[in-house]
């Protein structure tokens, strides 16, 4: 019965604690928006139509308004501004007092201005030592990123923005309600700010203060008329601009922390379900005598229901306060050393406590409402029988209706997984996805449904096989697992969705992995790759506009001149438009990029760094209709003069080039400025006169002065493009582990009650010689039978809906099947060590039974 409540208390705490954590993020998150838009009453951007942004001479129109008490510019760095940005969100790197880049989290390193007093928008921070910046070189920072880097006011540091590198003075330093764990806050005089973070003409958009009794609708309705190129944005407006994907991504955890805690909650409910059976089978004496003395079966019933809503409160209750302190204690922490989160702040709202119980307290009453109806209907005369006797007979419709499912689930998951269209038409994504959900869910079913049959199946077969090593001892075990086959079938349910929600999720990561990863993994043959600090982290990809800081073009001029250098290639991407594909920035390699990446060329060749030239992906091509020697215009992004351009090659699809890539050899024609380009990696080649470790330390020397870059070995940079899909597949195995930790307590609850039905035939056994470590023995095999039972079931189950899943997405560009052999055969050992573990306690308890006291 404890371990019953144990279910329930780390299901419902899991429930609990994901609710709080969830609902807490997204209230920070929202106040953090909040505070980004404390004292603006209206925000002005430009329209789509508008690429420049807001011209300085509206600004010092809006600017003359008698309403209008200030108006504060929000630079985004030269170049197209991006529209509704998050209050300055332009890329930075600031120094520390050793020199080295100031690491920020993820609230990021933010510019300013800093204006006179009375003229901010936003709340004026609070200078607490030193002054405001007054020259160009001078700046203020925040109080926590002073701490962090020990800056004191006086001190020289290094700023790196978009376009430049600059020697600053450290003016003072300031307090600012923005001011969370992680945040840098690097304030600009005016005029300097202007300099550095617009084109000198536009600014990205700008925030507005009226004054007191001013109608801020006035103001906005009157911009509206005048200037129709640009939009006024109200607080709240701004919010939901600004906020828009980060608020889907906190709705999609809070469903997935849900779900696994549903899971959990599940696979615990399978043990309650198993355990009141145990309870009731070994109670059916006490119940008989109970319906001999006149109580009803509706009484006896109802006396077990009111067990299972006992049990599923107390439960839910500790549930409740287990996750209010594990959720309270990982914010603490959190909050005092994870600099790269910003400050959580704990959001206690009724529906995390109230739906946990409920949920709780229904998961329990509902698995206990077949035990009790079997308790209240049984028979007086069979108190006399033992309990296994007393087992569920195995009825052939069962297995008849199992089958039916199992075909059934079967084929929906094939055509799912198969099926792309019906009658002509295309079927769907989203359609394909719930046929295979419903197909899964009637194999579990079906397993469900010939659980029982299943079993002895396997102890048949496989048991027998296993045992055969342990001569008697393992024949007894063997038996032992087949002699209440639901009981051990139920058991071995909860085992079989655990291990197949691990082995599906397994599956779709490595394949997931495969797609997004393989394809740079196969094709990078550079043996060193200088990459950016906060860069693109997938090549290729939009840079992200100015935002993301850029190499300037001297870094691949000082890698040409290292000793050990045979040749140096660039990734970048300009502000170009390639076959008039509306993309503001078009990827575009210098060098012959033959030499440094092998691109898995399907047709024609890769280009070189000597005449124009351009690839496509094969997607592309399929798309556009165009094959190797048709010539694409390539032209400055927004004009319609430019040049032709052969096609050279089509290559297999990669994330490292996107679906167009075109050589430097073309684009220097049309856009000339070097500066007009994002770098985002520069690759070396080594010529072999020196070792990799000297060639590493040489670049490391020259590049030493450009902050903002990071020599990476060929190993390194594939293994930091992988960082963030292995972060994420990290929290989702981990958040499995409490499932498969609920199907071990499973396993241990079902061999402490088996064993209390076999007190008296234990007894027996030591009585005739059979010593304290054969019965370990014993009760260990039985618990590794049913694991491997539960994994062999369940690693079937979730491999095929992983294939599944994955075959369902080829034609949104995921790569055919990866099974992670090493995983599943992992998966399969620490299944059989599970099992053993979980044998630990009830095989401990049944060797100390006296063989007296047990006879008798």
Known sequence: MLLTVLSVVLGTAF???????????????????????????????????????????????????????????????????????????????????????????????HPFAVYPPNKWVSPEPTIVEGSAPNGDNEIIVNTSAAERGNLSVGDKVTVVTPTERIDATLAGIFESNSDVAGWIGVGFSESRYIELFTNGT?????????????????????????????????????????????????????YILIAFAAIALIVGSFIIANTFAMIVAQRTSEFALLRSIGVSSFQIGFSVVMEAVFIGAIGGLIGIALGFAVVNALVQFLNRWGDSLSSIGISYNPSSFIFPLVFAVAATVLSAIAPAHRAGNLPPVQA???????????????????????????????????????????????????????????????????????????????????????????????????RNPRRSATTALA??????????????????????????????????????????????????????????????????????????????????????????????FDGDIGHFMDLAVRSGEAFDDKKPGAMISTTYADQSDLKVGDEIPVTPYGSEDGILVPITGIYAETNLLGHLVVNYAA???????????????????????????????????????????????????????????????????????????????????????SLSERTREIGILRATGMQRGQIRRMVTLESVILSIHGAFSGLLMGTFTGWAIVSSLRSKGMAPVELPWTQITLMLLATIAVGAIAALIPANRASKISPLEAIS
């Open 15 to 109: 429930l609990c604690g994901s609710l709080l954590l969830t609902n807490s993020l997204e209230r920070t998150f929202s106040s953090i928006v909040d505070a980004g838009v404390e004292g603006v009453d209206l925000g002005v951007i430009a329209q789509q139509n508008n690429p420049d942004g807001v011209p300085f001479e509206v600004i010092s129109e809006i600017s003359s308004y008698p309403e209008v008490r200030a108006v504060n510019i929000i630079g985004d760095g030269p170049g197209t501004p991006s529209g509704t940005t998050m209050t300055g969100q332009s890329a930075l790197i600031l120094t520390n007092s050793n020199g080295q880049p100031l690491q920020a989290g993820s609230s990021g390193t």
């Open 202 to 254: 536009h600014a990205s958009q700008i925030t507005i203060a009226v004054k007191d009794g001013a109608d801020p609708m006035a103001v906005r309705n009157r911009i509206g008329k005048s200037h129709r190129d640009l939009m006024p944005l109200l607080p709240q407006q701004i919010i939901e601009e600004t906020t828009g994907d980060t608020t889907k991504q906190l709705e999609f955890m809070t």
């Open 495 to 588: 085992v079989t969705l655990s291990v197949g929600l691990v082995a599906c999720v397994g599956v779709i990561g490595a394949t997931t992995r495969a797609s997004v990863f393989g394809s740079m993994e196969s094709s990078i043959k550079a043996s060193f790759v200088l990459d950016t600090i906060g860069g693109t982290m997938v090549p290729g990809q939009p840079a992200g506009g100015s935002r993301s800081l850029s190499m300037s073009a001297g870094v691949a001029d000082k890698a040409e001149d290292v000793p050990g250098v045979a040749e140096v290639g660039t990734l970048m991407t300009g502000e170009l438009a390639a076959n008039r594909w509306d993309n503001e920035s078009t990827t575009v």
């Open 667 to 753: 684009t220097q024609r049309v856009v000339t400025n070097p500066a007009d380009y994002h770098r985002s990696q520069v690759f070396i080649t080594s010529d072999g006169t020196i070792s990799d470790a000297d060639l590493r330390e040489n670049l490391t020397a020259a590049v030493s002065s450009f902050l903002i870059v990071q020599v990476k070995s060929n190993e390194e940079f594939r293994s930091s493009l992988g960082t963030q899909i292995n972060q994420l597949l990290g929290i989702v195995y981990g958040l499995l582990a409490l499932a498969v930790i609920i199907a071990v307590l499973g396993i241990v609850n079902t061999l402490i009650l």
């Open 384 to 482: 006399f029988q033992s309990s296994d006797s007393r087992s569920t007979a195995l009825g052939m419709l069962k297995n008849i209706a199992g089958a039916i499912t199992m075909t059934a689930g079967i084929a929906l998951t094939i055509a799912g997984a198969l099926v792309s269209a019906v009658n002509g038409g295309e079927l769907g994504t989203e359609p394909r996805m719930a046929l295979i959900g419903a197909g899964t869910l009637l194999v579990f079913l079906s397993i469900s449904l010939s659980g029982p049959s299943l079993i002895i199946i396997t102890g048949r077969t496989l048991g027998v096989i296993l045992m055969a090593p342990f001569r008697a001892v393992g024949k007894l075990a063997q038996r032992n697992t087949l």
